[in-house]
RNA sequence: GCUCCGUUGGUGUAGUCCGGCCAAUCAUUUUGGCCUUUCGAGCCGAAGACCUGGGUUCAAAUCCCAGACGGAGCACCA
């Protein structure tokens, strides 16, 4: 069997989010399943509405790491201009191109009325001499196009004599680039890049499923087989205040409504990243959503349950307490907890918190008056007036289900945390030892969610929250 | 307006091409129980879907027609 060759098309105008990385995700695991090569190509052909990012190149290619993937090839469109010149020649010296000098409103009436616009039927050398001219960059925007010639009453009026050049006048920003004025559209450049890198099988979003029949007729005029096509609708996720587009979230950044991409209210992947969330789950979320033409929307709930999997064997435990209610303890205190680091990994040992004379519990967690709670690692602890009580009692209070196993801190020693999660930041106080996890390291805070530690400072620690 | 496309539980998905074994798969979600010094972990169980209306057929999620709803394209964006 054939190998198969797939590409990941990314505009660098800016790192993914997630619905880039559901291109990256089901490419990268359709090339994987089949053994085959997978091209990721910067189609970077927009210097002026379309910018790219010089940084969007490395992001996206991190983005993609992050995923789980690393392209066998990485091009960028904008280091090919001249063989896409090339082709364009061949095709107006076939006669299936023409410079074309209409506003293009004039031409777009034209067009709905499916009649040919007085350059059409120009000599080939006119339009050869033309497209010579416009490569030297001696029009400008607006001036002089090359369009394919079609079908004028082709019944999809998207397919009529399309737009292959155009001119910029803003100057690319990669340096190698910056000289260049004509410049091809993506259903060209796409369409030569495609079959040059001999690619196998197409995998992209609907808003494309024109370019079939529009790059079909470049295909015929030059020769060649168009690949196995497939489009999947649009998607959406919820749980995200912020929609799928870099533009807007570029904008909400530069207006401080976000603090980056990395920002935890961001539907990016350097958001799940700094969140502990794996790469792996993301894809594995993303590839189940299959490559259907119907729209679909993730539920985040999807990616939070494969990344738990992933996360809670390798999570240590510790206490954090949210708007935690200060109670002395009385009676028999012993001097230290040592609830153990995992659950299940018994080998990764105990912490230990020394209890002090005063712990802070959540509010939810209060018991009445005269109730009992458990406090996790620590023993059995009754409601008194304004303190909590050692009761001595066995563990077999808990397990007759009367009492609660509930978290808690020691009132001093206690670490000052701020959890930032997507809807917002939020405060806590996390047991002494907390202060020892290294950064980077995924914890599960009991009862709260897990969370990425993702600085320690003297007077606070920065922990981005995952999910519960 | 013109041209394409889609519609299976809250979410996603399998099944639709080649009608029957589909009183519809799996995951997520919600939920009951067990276990457990947390649990959102583990084990066992439950809930919840074929857009509507016609037609063809012994038999339709699957084929045909119509409609509704949703989406995409008709850019000198990708």
């Given at each position: 069997?054939?190998?198969?060759?797939?590409?990941?098309?990314?505009?660098?105008?800016?790192?993914?989010?997630?619905?880039?990385?559901?291109?990256?995700?089901?490419?990268?695991?359709?090339?994987?399943?089949?053994?085959?090569w997978?091209?990721?190509?910067?189609d970077?052909?927009?210097?002026?509405?379309?910018?790219?990012?010089?940084?969007?190149?490395?992001?996206?290619?991190?983005?993609?790491?992050?995923?789980?993937?690393?392209?066998?090839?990485?091009?960028?469109?904008?280091?090919?201009?001249?063989?896409?010149?090339e082709?364009?020649?061949?095709?107006?010296?076939?006669?299936?191109?023409?410079?074309?000098?209409?506003?293009?409103?004039?031409?777009?009436?034209?067009?709905?009325?499916?009649?040919?616009?007085?350059?059409?039927?120009?000599?080939?050398?006119?339009?050869?001499?033309?497209?010579?001219?416009?490569?030297?960059?001696?029009?400008?925007?607006?001036?002089?196009?090359?369009?394919?010639?079609?079908?004028?009453?082709?019944?999809?009026?998207?397919?009529?004599?399309?737009?292959?050049?155009?001119?910029?006048?803003?100057?690319?920003?990669?340096?190698?680039?910056?000289?260049?004025?004509?410049?091809?559209?993506?259903?060209?450049?796409?369409?030569?890049?495609?079959?040059?890198?001999?690619i196998?099988?197409?995998?992209?979003?609907?808003?494309?499923?024109?370019?079939?029949?529009?790059?079909?007729?470049?295909?015929?005029?030059?020769?060649?087989?168009?690949?196995?096509?497939?489009?999947?609708?649009?998607?959406s996720?919820?749980?995200?205040?912020?929609?799928?587009?870099?533009?807007?979230?570029?904008?909400?950044?530069?207006?401080?409504?976000?603090?980056?991409?990395?920002?935890?209210?961001?539907?990016?992947?350097?958001?799940?990243?700094?969140?502990?969330?794996?790469?792996?789950?993301?894809?594995?979320?993303?590839?189940?959503?299959?490559?259907s033409?119907?729209?679909?929307?993730l539920?985040?709930?999807s990616?939070?349950?494969?990344?738990?999997?992933?996360?809670?064997?390798?999570?240590?435990?510790?206490?954090?307490?949210?708007?935690?209610?200060?109670?002395?303890?009385?009676?028999?205190?012993?001097?230290?907890?040592?609830?153990?680091?995992?659950?299940?990994?018994?080998?990764?040992?105990?912490?230990?918190?020394?209890?002090?004379?005063?712990?802070r519990?959540?509010?939810?967690?209060l018991?009445?008056?005269?109730?009992?709670?458990?406090?996790?690692?620590?023993?059995?602890?009754?409601?008194?007036?304004?303190?909590?009580?050692?009761?001595?009692d066995?563990?077999?209070?808990?397990?007759?289900?009367?009492?609660?196993?509930?978290?808690?801190?020691?009132?001093?020693g206690?670490?000052?945390?701020?959890?930032?999660?997507?809807?917002?930041?939020?405060?806590?106080?996390?047991?002494?030892?907390?202060?020892?996890?290294?950064?980077?390291?995924?914890?599960?805070?009991?009862?709260?969610?897990?969370?990425?530690?993702?600085?320690?400072?003297?007077?606070?620690?920065?922990?981005?929250?995952?999910?519960?």
């Amino acid at each position: 069997m054939a190998e198969v060759r797939l590409r990941c098309a990314p505009n660098p105008n800016g790192p993914w989010h997630i619905g880039h990385a559901r291109m990256g995700a089901v490419i990268g695991k359709y090339a994987d399943r089949y053994d085959g090569w997978m091209l990721c190509r910067f189609d970077d052909t927009d210097p002026a509405t379309k910018r790219p990012s010089l940084q969007a190149y490395d992001q996206i290619l991190d983005d993609l790491a992050y995923l789980g993937f690393k392209p066998d090839e990485v091009l960028r469109a904008s280091d090919r201009l001249e063989l896409y010149y090339e082709h364009a020649r061949d095709v107006i010296e076939l006669g299936g191109a023409y410079t074309c000098s209409c506003p293009a409103g004039e031409f777009s009436e034209r067009k709905s009325a499916g009649e040919a616009c007085p350059h059409r039927d120009r000599p080939i050398d006119e339009s050869l001499a033309a497209f010579d001219r416009m490569v030297a960059g001696e029009f400008s925007a607006g001036d002089r196009v090359l369009r394919i010639r079609t079908d004028l009453e082709a019944p999809n009026p998207a397919e009529r004599d399309w737009v292959a050049f155009r001119m910029v006048d803003e100057p690319h920003p990669r340096e190698d680039a910056a000289a260049d004025r004509c410049w091809p559209l993506l259903d060209f450049q796409s369409a030569i890049d495609d079959h040059h890198t001999q690619i196998t099988h197409i995998i992209r979003g609907k808003d494309l499923q024109d370019s079939v029949a529009r790059q079909g007729y470049l295909y015929e005029y030059l020769g060649w087989e168009y690949p196995t096509v497939l489009h999947w609708g649009r998607i959406s996720v919820d749980e995200y205040e912020f929609p799928l587009s870099t533009s807007t979230m570029g904008e909400r950044i530069e207006a401080g409504d976000l603090t980056g991409w990395d920002d935890p209210a961001a539907p990016t992947l350097q958001s799940l990243k700094r969140r502990g969330i794996r790469g792996a789950a993301v894809t594995d979320a993303l590839a189940e959503l299959g490559v259907s033409e119907s729209d679909v929307e993730l539920s985040m709930s999807s990616i939070y349950a494969r990344n738990r999997e992933r996360i809670d064997p390798i999570a240590d435990r510790y206490f954090l307490v949210r708007d935690g209610t200060r109670l002395p303890l009385v009676g028999d205190v012993p001097a230290t907890a040592e609830p153990p680091k995992h659950p299940t990994d018994e080998e990764r040992g105990n912490r230990t918190i020394p209890v002090g004379d005063a712990v802070r519990i959540e509010p939810g967690d209060l018991p009445a008056h005269g109730e009992r709670v458990w406090l996790k690692g620590l023993g059995c602890v009754r409601a008194m007036r304004e303190a909590l009580e050692l009761t001595g009692d066995s563990i077999e209070v808990v397990r007759d289900g009367d009492v609660p196993v509930i978290h808690w801190v020691p009132a001093g020693g206690a670490i000052p945390v701020t959890i930032r999660m997507p809807t917002g930041d939020s405060t806590g106080l996390a047991e002494p030892s907390f202060a020892e996890v290294d950064v980077d390291d995924v914890v599960q805070f009991e009862r709260v969610g897990f969370a990425r530690v993702d600085s320690h400072a003297r007077d606070e620690s920065i922990v981005y929250f995952a999910h519960n």
